[in-house]
């Protein structure tokens, strides 16, 4: 890792090894497989915010 944030790696592997086992697991209902990937989705987006924080200058496009 460019950043040496050993936390990233554990966090991206973590999420890699759920979404495999939800995948190939067909037991698990259905709700329980979506609040999983939604699941997913919100931890990898904090990581990302951890990362990048705000992107951006601040200026809304089409405002003043």
């Given at each position: 890792?460019?950043?040496?944030?050993?936390?990233?790696?554990?966090?991206?592997?973590?999420?890699y090894v759920a979404l495999v086992v939800v995948t190939f697991i067909p037991r698990l209902g259905f709700a329980v497989?979506?609040?999983?990937?939604?699941?997913?989705?919100?931890?990898?987006?904090?990581?990302?915010?951890?990362?990048a924080g705000l992107g951006g200058d601040g200026v809304f496009p089409g405002g003043r």
């Open positions: 890792l460019q950043t040496h944030r050993m936390d990233l790696l554990v966090g991206y592997l973590v999420a497989r979506a609040g999983i990937l939604i699941l997913l989705l919100y931890v990898l987006g904090a990581i990302d915010f951890s990362v």
